[in-house]
C-alpha cells in the first residue's frame, strides 16, 4: 500500500528558515498535502500542491515538490515560535475517491 | 470554501457506554466521507470509508461492531463508538472529499477520552 515517510523531530533558531522533508511512495497521487497540528487541536491545513506542479508559494511558505523521485518539502521562511507544531505530510491518490494517507509527522521545535 | 464540520470537538464518557461523533459537509454533498484515528504521538489512520447508502468500508484490524458507521444522507456521517473504553481514547477526524479526483477537507476532530 501507500507509505509517507518523514523525519520525527526537526529544531531551529527563530528567524531561520525550517525544511521539512516527506517521501511517498504512491506513484499515482494527485494531491499532496502539509498539515499543521498544535498540541491538543486538530488538523490545520497548510497549503496542498496538485501533482503536476514542482512548486507553490503562499507568502511564508514554499512546497518543493519532485515527482520523479516522490519528494515533497515544505520550507517555512522567518520561522516563528508560533510555528512549533506538529506537521503531517498526507497525500491523495488517483482514481475516484481516494482515502489520504498521512505521513508520521515532523515535530518542529522552534528556539527563540 | 468548503467546510466539513465535526462535532463535539471534545468529549468523556464512561467506560461501557456509547458516544456519537458527527460529520457534516456544510456547503456541498459528500458521497464518500472518511474516518481516521490518531494514536498518541503517531500519524492518523484510516479507519472506515463511509458511503452515502450503503455499508462502510473498514480497513483491517478495525472492529466494525464496536466502531458503527453510519452515513444516512449527502451530508451526514456519523461514527459510534460503542462499549467504549479506555484504550478507545483517541483522536477521530473525519474528512470529505467534494468529488472524485479533488482535494479533501477535514473535520476539526473530536478528543474522546473514556474513564
Known amino acids: 500500500g501507500e507509505d509517507v515517510e518523514q523525519s520525527l523531530f526537526l529544531s531551529v533558531r527563530e528567524g531561520d528558515s525550517s525544511v521539512i522533508n516527506c517521501t511517498y511512495t504512491?506513484?499515482?497521487?494527485?494531491?499532496l498535502y502539509w498539515y499543521k497540528q498544535e498540541p491538543g487541536a486538530g488538523l490545520q491545513l497548510l497549503t496542498y500542491?496538485?501533482?503536476?506542479?514542482d512548486m507553490k508559494q503562499d507568502q511564508r511558505l514554499t512546497v518543493l515538490l519532485n515527482k520523479k523521485d516522490k519528494h515533497l518539502s515544505l520550507r517555512i521562511a522567518d520561522t516563528q515560535t508560533g510555528d512549533s507544531a506538529i506537521y503531517f505530510c498526507?497525500?491523495?491518490?488517483?482514481?475516484?475517491?481516494?482515502?489520504?494517507?498521512f505521513g508520521t509527522g515532523t515535530k518542529l521545535q522552534v528556539i527563540p | 470554501g468548503a467546510v466539513v464540520s465535526q462535532h463535539p470537538s471534545r468529549v468523556i464518557c464512561k467506560s461501557g457506554t456509547s458516544v456519537k461523533i458527527e460529520c457534516r459537509s456544510l456547503?456541498?454533498?459528500?458521497?464518500?466521507m472518511f474516518w481516521y484515528r490518531q494514536f498518541p504521538k503517531k500519524s492518523l489512520m484510516l479507519m472506515a470509508t463511509?458511503?452515502?447508502?450503503?455499508?462502510?468500508?473498514?480497513e483491517q484490524g478495525v472492529e466494525k461492531d464496536k466502531f458503527l458507521i453510519n452515513h444516512a444522507s449527502l451530508t451526514l456521517s456519523t461514527l459510534t463508538v460503542t462499549s467504549a473504553h479506555p484504550e478507545d481514547s483517541s483522536f477521530y477526524i473525519c474528512?470529505?472529499?467534494?468529488?472524485?479526483?479533488?482535494?479533501?477537507?477535514f473535520g476539526q476532530g473530536t478528543r474522546l477520552t473514556v474513564v
Open positions: 474528512s470529505a472529499p467534494i468529488g472524485a479526483n479533488t482535494e479533501a477537507f
Open positions: 504512491d506513484s499515482s497521487s494527485t494531491y
Open positions: 500542491i496538485f501533482s503536476n506542479m
Open positions: 498526507a497525500e491523495k491518490g488517483s482514481g475516484g475517491y481516494q482515502k489520504v494517507t
Open positions: 456547503d456541498f454533498q459528500a458521497t464518500t
Open positions: 463511509s458511503n452515502e447508502g450503503s455499508k462502510a468500508t473498514y
